[in-house]
């Protein structure tokens, strides 16, 4: 996919004032590509404002990232990606335990308590999807109609049957690899005849000797008998395409992008650092699609411009224009400051920089919802070590799981979960490989051959399963700014409010019972331990789990049937200013149990159809 | 059509097996320039080889998929299959030497010559007649030891005629091999490019202009159909320092710069021997086991080759064993010789492939 040369650099701040757009768009993720995308295929003019770094994307600048990722002694989400105090980033490292009553303001995101999350959000060229692992679950029929089947959270405005052809339009977008069988269950439905656009990742190994241990093992919840198997999950990365994709047609995969042709990614490897980075970008990142809308001639970027105030006409409520702040150098807090015209707005952040930016504008908030039940699963893990080898390691991080939990009467009480087996071993529960070989060093003296006989013995039957725990909404999760805690540039940092909901932690009581049964029926010898001192630890009815964020941040501007009970409508349009659309997580009333980028991007594909038609 | 030196069905099957050899005697001078790269260094230059070694691979498979098509055996584990290095390779007149050397200006001289697009100036020009020189002669007319080719191009021309002319006379008969024989997309990716089954004279014809455009590019044009920088082009950005974009003339890149570091390659020794290697070394046992490996290796995708497509999936993991293991060699100086680092020396006398492989390769 090339990426127009100079599209970073050919707009000029003060040309770009100028010019009243079409469209003005805040974030470069896959929300504003799509966007930008969409509408500049329909000849429309769009000028996006991301807040990170620079520079056209090349292979080598992409290099650049991933050998920062090899070098990096941490390698958690934001290892890629240099720190830029001008547009900070959240880290997983940064989070701490917070001492009630003392807000823990050493990092970006403030936080309030009482649970200190560890979720983050990439800001740069691409957004989050730069270390997103690239799950493409669609949402459940039932995840929109809680409130109806589970007297629970709300009822979307929307339903399964009306995303559906948008979320094959994200699967088209995205390069959805999986098997159109295995993803009917719980009442997921697609027109006949159609298929993903790629053929599914096969299972590891890993997750085969999972299934054969606990193939048919029944678990009783509320009643219902669940037969339980491992079944592969959708994947956002290329492999075999499927001949018999868009009536025969077939799909061709998109492969790296840069400035020149190359011919990289167009097809898994099975390298198992898909998250953050992806060696060779057969992991879609929202840059290929952000590549196709600057190919149209009619998308101008200005990178570095991290948008500080939206302006509205008091009378009408229109947006009239949005100020940035234009810096040269990530490390000098200089900047210019830059103004953006268009006949409608798209804020595109996240459901967290959304609300952060529209607080910090004073917009008005009619439903005074804006920030207001910000949502992120909980992870909940639990490890094991196999009494087989089981070739753990071998990519990508996560193929296959168990998902016959994610839907059920026993919603009404409560959470529901997907659970990922991971390929990458006990890496996010307790860093392994690195620290299995720095135990065998240190501890026990290894060195040689014997210290690569252990090594190997250890890690290739390690076992992880992670249960993505469903969080409700609640209005007391929120986000927030406060005028004395600002960033390098003068904005102002969010503030976050945050508690697990005790919905959640029944989930998470019960996913640790289901992993118990799992391992006894693997003969896997269980190695959890929930460390009391852990910032995540979070106890529930006696007992201690230690509880991690899942990086899906939604809820923060929901979408609703009415003025009063939401933020935007069903098309992400803002209810108090016609000509502002909020993308993104922030819209969606409930996450489900599916990785939420899928059903933000569909959301994206119906909402641009809006667009189109309020600009014409 | 002027008229075919090709005729008959044997005569074609040489040819194409000829074609094998020459598709796979590019690969390991191209894999070790591009594996000599310094780690983190060269960005440019090693996706320019690694874009065009990966589809010497597929020119490979495709050649093999034309003589499956026509009732061929491909088999790789012949012996003299691989060239001893320095190969020679046809260039008009005389010939040009190929060696197993680290990325370089001379490498890159060499690779554009391997790539050049060479048209012989006039019918009687297309074959050379010359006393051969010593050493792995590629592109040679089967059966007449001193004739030649003009160049490789010609010798693809060669096949075309062929495939016209049985044609013609024997019409699809002359496809007579079993479609299972035939590697599909299915079990191969390439990256540009598509794998195509070969099953009649059009796709037979479809497969022998994919290996031309995209190694010299077809009259004169640096993209092909499927809007593909031939690798001639690919190098000579390197040469030039730009990049090629639509709509450019050859020779006058006009895209964003490249930019070449030619010290940050390794000093492997230019076409290492075995005996180069102290007896008894570690780097002895390293390069002997590297022989070993490509010899099962080749097995493999013989019989891949010969109705077991499906291995070349198990062959992905086996192809990054083997890079391991070149890697081993090149990043290890050769004890006595300062400055000089070992590399794979790709010698096949007397190795024979491990009896799994063997077996599956006869069956």
Redesign the interface.
Known sequence: MIFP?GSTSNTAAQAAAGEIYDAVIVGSGISGAIIANELSRQGKRVLILEAGPGG?R???GY?DYL?RFYAAASKDNQAPYPPNANAPMPRSSDAHKITPGQPDSSAYLVQNGPFATDTTYTRVLGGTTMHWEAKVLRMLPEDFEMRTRYGQAENWPVNYRDLDPYYRMAEREIGVSADIDEQKYLGMTYPEGYVFPMRKMPLSYLDRQVDKGIRGTKVELDGTSYELKVRSFPQGRNG??NPDYDGGNGFVPV?AVS??????G??C?GNNNCVPICPVQAKYNAVKTLAKALQTGRVDLLPQSVASKIHIDSASGRVTHIEFKTYRDPKSPDFTTGVARGKIFVLSANAIENPRLMLASELPNTSGLIGRNLMDHAYLLSWALMPQVCGTMRGTNCTGGIVELRGGSFRSKQAAFSVDIHNDGWGWAVGSPYSDLISLVDAQNKFGKSLRRDLVDRITRQLQFAFMVEVLPSQSNRVTVDPSYRDQLGNMRPVISYTIPEYTMRGVAYARQFAQLMFQRLGAADYTAYDPSDYGYVTYEGQGYAIRGGNHLAGTHRMGTAKSNSVVNSELRSWDHENLYLAGGGSMPSIGTSNVTHTIAALCFRSAKSMVAQLS | MPSSRIKSVEELRHYLYLAMQLEHATIPPYLLALYSIRP?TN??AA?VL??VV??EMLHLTLSANILNAVGGKPDLTTPGFVPLYPAALPDGETDFKVDLQPFSKDALETFLHIERPGKAPDEAHRLISRKRESGAMLGVCPGETDLHFYSIGEFYEEIERGLKHLHEKEGAKLFSGAIERQVT??FY?S??GELLAVTDIKSALAAAHLIIGQGEGLGGEIYNKEH??AHFYRFE?LKLGK???AGDKPGAPT??P?SVDWDAAYPIKTNARLEDYPSGSELHAAAVAFNQSYADFLAMLTAAYNGKPSLLLEA?PQMFRLRNSINQLIHNPIPGKSGVNAAPTFEFDGVVAKPSFAEEAIA
């Open positions: 040369s056209d090349t292979l080598s290099e050998y075999i395409p492969g400035t020149n042709q190359v011919e990289e167009g097809r490897q | 983190g960005s440019d996706h690694r874009v990966v589809e997309p299915e990716y990256g540009g593909e920088l950005q990049y090629y974009q895209g964003p490249v992905v």
